[in-house]
């Protein structure tokens, strides 16, 4: 015989309460028609339950939830490199600062205003959301060698930051 049990509702049955994380309440086992249904009852409402065809109970209670781990550098550390790389005129760093424009794109903490060319070269035009300015990034066009490389650059800072 296979017995199905209803996972706990995080409601109190009786009057409806949600239980907060870390909260102890009762949980109930009723026997009904041969199957077992389980009901939660804050402690305030335990009295008031129905005793008839309990098969068990138990205190249990709402875990915590775990704290967001970070496996990456926060946000606010590529943002102020993006910042610091602002005028730079060396390539490598001027295509890192693009990778990096994306990924706080992604992050929205720039919107992709337009995009603008002059002469062979193409701008993307980002809102800075964090200081309400606008910037602009070039966008390179970079080989996959270089997009490599800049990924490859992106993995030491992620890494020496941890």
Not at 22 to 31: C, F, I
Not at 60 to 76: G, M
Request: contains cysteine; aromatic residues 12%.
């Amino acid at each position: 015989m296979e017995w199905s049990i209803n996972k706990g509702s995080r409601v109190c049955f009786h009057c409806e309460k949600i239980f907060p994380e870390e909260e102890v309440y009762h949980s109930v086992l009723y026997d009904e028609n041969n199957m077992f249904v389980r009901r939660d009852f804050c402690l305030e409402c335990w009295d008031k339950k129905s005793d008839e065809n309990i098969f068990s109970y138990w205190k249990t209670k709402i875990s915590k939830k775990p704290e967001k781990v970070e496996k990456y550098a926060k946000t606010d550390v590529f943002y102020d490199l993006f910042n610091k790389l602002e005028n730079e005129q060396d390539l490598s760093r001027v295509n890192f600062r693009y990778v990096l424009s994306l990924y706080l794109l992604r992050k929205k903490l720039l919107k992709l205003t337009t995009t603008r060319k002059s002469g062979d070269n193409e701008y993307l035009v980002l809102h800075n959301v964090k200081e309400g300015i606008d910037t602009e990034v070039l966008k390179p066009q970079l080989s996959k060698e270089e997009v490599l490389a800049v990924t490859d650059e992106i993995g030491k800072l992620v890494n020496c930051t941890l």
